[in-house]
């Protein structure tokens, strides 16, 4: 089974073994892909990668939630999660990666987009 395990204070998500390193097998993602994978994004999309903290604070209404999986590789599912970004016109999105919830060797990501306040005339 290829788990999810991140250490991502950022986004909420911690999970991994000691002061944010993760002792894991080969199937299992772990910070240098989260790296890679929200490195690779920010290149891609328009739109301002927030943590979900970050949206409360700024007042940001919810627009869409979605997960993206990938049978594939970490990889895949940053150009899956890349192409649904940019088909968005939000100006921002929030990502939470998920262990899987069978053994189907899936990556998952639960994909949030957002837009500003609106003003109350």
Do not use: C, H
């Not at 250490?7 to 097998?25: E, N, Y």
């Not at 910070?31 to 739109?47: H, I, R």
């Not at 927030?50 to 940001?60: C, H, P, R, Y």
């Amino acid at each position: 089974m290829k788990r999810l395990l991140w250490s991502l204070v950022g986004i909420g998500v911690s999970v991994g073994v000691g002061m944010g390193a993760a002792v894991a097998g080969d199937d299992v993602v772990l910070n240098s892909d989260v790296t890679k994978v929200e490195t690779e994004l920010a290149a891609q999309v328009k739109a301002k990668k927030i943590t979900v903290d970050q949206a409360k604070e700024m007042g940001l209404n919810r627009a869409e939630t979605y997960e993206v999986t990938s049978t594939v590789s970490v990889e895949n599912l940053e150009l899956q999660i890349a192409e649904k970004l940019k088909e968005s016109i939000m100006p921002y999105y929030s990502l939470e990666y998920n262990d899987p919830t069978s053994d189907d060797n899936a990556y998952r990501a639960m994909v949030t987009e957002y837009f500003g306040k609106v003003d109350a005339e």
